[in-house]
């Protein structure tokens, strides 16, 4: 292989990564909750599109490429943290306390924000209303990210902003919610 076609690679890829790095960290870090592990997700997306970088390049879409992988590494940390904690209250529960599984109840301060909200969605409902109205991507753009149907995106996207009315409370309109996630794409933060 000739270095004139690896510095062209290269090159591409360093201006892609330049281009999205910011945004895959943010849906990242919106998908999971987790600001630490948002610069973690989106690099290791990126390492792996760079492993894949010939097929990625050819794709129609590369950057929905980029969130679909982004999405997958985000579902697969939040399974495995959910499995140690799941580990955790095993061990750590008393004797005769049955599964381990149980709450004493929601600890619900008296206000919620967008941010602690989607963090109760599951994933595919937070997929859906993130990339939806905080990365403002059409219905067929993210049913291409989570490579689903755009009926599945449309209701889970329905679905995931009526619970999150429900989670914020009853004076919180639909328009309300699309609002405030589409503020925390612009609200200035490192997402």
Partial sequence: MGTVVDDAAA???HAFFEAHYAELARIAHLLTGEA???????ADALMALWHR???VRAADHPAAY???VVANLARTRIRSAVRERRRIALFWAPRGAGDGYAADGPDVSAVVDVQGALRRLPFRKRACVVLRHAFDLSERDTALVLGVSVGTVKSQTSRGVAELQRLLGPETPAAQVQVAAAGQRT???HW
């Fill in 36 to 42: 630490d592990a948002a610069d973690d997700l989106a």
């Fill in 11 to 13: 090159a591409e890829f």
């Fill in 66 to 68: 980029a969130r679909g």
């Fill in 187 to 189: 609200g200035g933060r």
């Fill in 53 to 55: 970088w010939d097929r």
